[in-house]
């Protein structure tokens, strides 16, 4: 959450990610109008919000959870519901705060896509906990085998 804070807090964040996506996507397509890779860096800068609130999600789903080894309670949907929840809350303060950064604008957009990551995370972590079976399956009963990373 700190990063995320120092983040929303940078004047220049636009200004420092085009130093670096920008160039690159000139040397790799040069014919490229200059409006379509102003384009192309405002969806790869929304796709790092949606990750890191993803893996913020995902933090803390774990601390709501607590897990164990070899954990056997089910899935619950209400400890996802909680890190939404939670991260919702922490977008919306974070565009709050960017009200008072001079360089920055804060849009309530931003907080759908913050929320939708942490939504698309939460469901990645169940999908991945259904592959690997760490959660118990309480209906039917069976608990096969578990797989490693």
Known sequence: ??????????????????????????????????????????????CCHLTEYAILAT???????????????????????????????????DEFHQMFVPTRTPMISDVFIDTSGAVIGMMVLWAIGQWFNWWSNVESGDNPPQRTL
């Open 59 to 93: 933090f803390l789903w774990r601390a709501v959870r607590k897990p164990t080894r070899r954990d056997a309670r089910p899935w619950s949907w209400r400890e996802a519901a909680i890190a939404v929840l939670i991260v919702f809350l922490y977008a919306s303060t």
């Open 1 to 46: 959450m700190s990063l995320i804070f120092v983040g929303s807090s940078d004047n220049q964040s636009y200004t420092h990610s085009s130093r670096l996506i920008e160039p690159l996507l000139r040397w790799l397509f040069p014919h490229m109008a200059q409006t379509r890779i102003e384009t192309i860096h405002h969806v790869i800068r929304k």
